[in-house]
Nanobody
Framework: QVQLVESGGGLVQAGGSLRLSCAAS????????MGWFRQAPGKEREFVAA????????YYHDAVKGRFTISIDNGKNTVHLQMDSLKPEDTAVYYCALKWAYIPELRLGEQYDYWGQGTQVTVSS
């Protein structure tokens, strides 16, 4: 069993920054990757960023590339999403997810095994 808890969401003006964190607990040793997804009202859930826990390789949605940075702590149980130059279209509930086994495509949310409850990010114009 794995538990994921997101934090760091809030209200920020366009151009501002937020740093999201996801604390993982339970049996996480040996897991393959952690990722961030988001879902805006009336929209489909979409991939934001992911990181391989072993190698540290990162992946980003084109819409956030250059603005968002995913990272993982030395203990590899907390993943962060630094969000800079935020835009109103970034407004969404942001979810942290963990994948146990290897998958070649980290952008597919349905492939992940565990999910947090989400944290709201609201960017005002």
């Amino acid at each position: 069993q794995v538990q994921l808890v997101e934090s760091g969401g809030g209200l920020v003006q366009a151009g501002g920054s937020l740093r999201l964190s996801c604390a993982a607990s339970g049996r996480t040793f040996g897991s393959y990757a952690m990722g961030w997804f988001r879902q805006a009202p009336g929209k489909e859930r979409e991939f934001v960023a992911a990181i391989r826990r072993g190698a540290g390789s990162t992946y980003y949605h084109d819409a956030v590339k250059g603005r968002f940075t995913i990272s993982i702590d030395n203990g590899k149980n907390t993943v962060h999403l630094q969000m800079d130059s935020l835009k109103p279209e970034d407004t969404a509930v942001y979810y942290c997810a963990l994948k146990w086994a290897y998958i070649p495509e980290l952008r597919l949310g349905e492939q992940y095994d565990y999910w947090g409850q989400g944290t709201q990010v609201t960017v005002s114009s």
